[in-house]
């Protein structure tokens, strides 16, 4: 008789539409079930001093950290996604140029409400803030701006008309259908985040745990590609 495990999973957001697919896919084909939890990387990095888990998926650098403090295995880490940052818009909506740092300010200026994640706890709404500052735009745009809880509102409220513009991971864009992806930050202005999946130091149900693992890090590129989950900039 084969035994079924089961483990508990804690992922950053921008990777939840490619991660529930697999951990579904993962389920069909083994036997095994997997329970995922998502949040910004500042959310699972806080949850995983907390609360139990066996896997973990956050940026290169927190898993890294959480390596230095003991709280994942370093040779369980796995690179699987490279995403960048883009910016959207209510479908339907014209396309407008944001192809180099003047015209994204330009449009950032123009806009009547901007949307980007809290650069608290987002990885995509530090750097967001940070590409105001670098525009020298933060404080004429302050007034304008919603704060989300994560990428996936911010293109809800977009979509919902309660923000004309907005700035997410573009994996997190590419999960609405509602909003249009206009591009990639300009170049100069562009963060790529390296997302690494990797086991826990408390994991439950190692052979699951790594099984899973194996089977995010084996699966077909295309599936990471579609997501905006590869990026090549």
Same mark, same amino acid.
């Given at each position: 008789?084969? &035994?079924? $495990?089961?483990?508990?999973?804690?992922?950053?957001?921008?990777?939840?539409?490619?991660?529930?697919?697999?951990?579904?896919?993962?389920?069909?084909?083994? %036997?095994?079930?997997?329970?995922?939890?998502?949040?910004?990387?500042?959310?699972?990095?806080?949850?995983?001093? &907390?609360?139990?888990?066996?896997?973990?998926?956050?940026?290169?650098?927190?898993?890294?950290?959480?390596?230095?403090?003991?709280?994942?295995?370093? &040779?369980?880490?796995?690179?699987?996604?490279?995403? $960048?940052?883009?910016?959207?818009?209510?479908?339907?909506?014209?396309?407008?140029?944001?192809?180099?740092?003047?015209?994204?300010?330009?449009?950032?200026?123009?806009?009547?409400?901007?949307?980007?994640?809290?650069?608290? $706890?987002?990885?995509?709404?530090?750097?967001?803030?940070?590409?105001?500052?670098?525009? +020298?735009?933060?404080?004429?745009?302050?007034?304008?701006?919603?704060?989300?809880? +994560? %990428?996936?509102?911010?293109?809800?409220?977009?979509?919902?008309?309660?923000?004309?513009?907005?700035?997410?991971?573009?994996?997190?864009?590419?999960?609405?259908?509602?909003?249009?992806?206009?591009?990639?930050?300009?170049?100069?202005?562009?963060?790529?985040?390296?997302?690494?999946?990797?086991?826990?130091?408390?994991?439950?149900?190692?052979?699951?745990?790594?099984?899973?693992?194996?089977?995010?890090? %084996?699966?077909?590129?295309?599936?990471?590609?579609?997501? %905006?989950?590869?990026?090549?900039?």
């Amino acid at each position: 008789m084969t &035994t079924t $495990g089961s483990i508990r999973l804690l992922s950053a957001g921008a990777v939840q539409a490619v991660i529930a697919k697999l951990a579904i896919q993962f389920n069909q084909e083994t %036997g095994h079930s997997v329970s995922a939890a998502f949040g910004t990387v500042g959310e699972v990095y806080d949850q995983l001093r &907390t609360e139990f888990a066996d896997v973990v998926i956050m940026s290169a650098p927190a898993i890294d950290e959480a390596i230095n403090q003991g709280r994942v295995i370093a &040779t369980s880490r796995i690179h699987i996604a490279r995403v $960048g940052i883009g910016i959207c818009i209510p479908t339907g909506t014209p396309l407008p140029d944001i192809s180099s740092p003047e015209a994204l300010k330009e449009v950032l200026l123009a806009t009547p409400r901007l949307a980007y994640p809290n650069p608290l $706890g987002s990885t995509a709404g530090r750097h967001f803030a940070k590409v105001l500052k670098d525009l +020298n735009i933060a404080e004429e745009v302050g007034g304008k701006s919603l704060i989300c809880p +994560n %990428g996936v509102t911010v293109c809800k409220s977009v979509s919902g008309w309660k923000a004309g513009f907005g700035g997410a991971m573009i994996s997190e864009i590419r999960s609405v259908k509602e909003v249009e992806l206009v591009g990639p930050l300009p170049k100069v202005l562009q963060l790529i985040t390296t997302y690494t999946i990797g086991a826990t130091t408390k994991m439950k149900d190692a052979d699951t745990a790594r099984a899973f693992i194996k089977f995010v890090a %084996g699966a077909d590129g295309k599936i990471f590609t579609d997501a %905006g989950l590869n990026y090549k900039g």
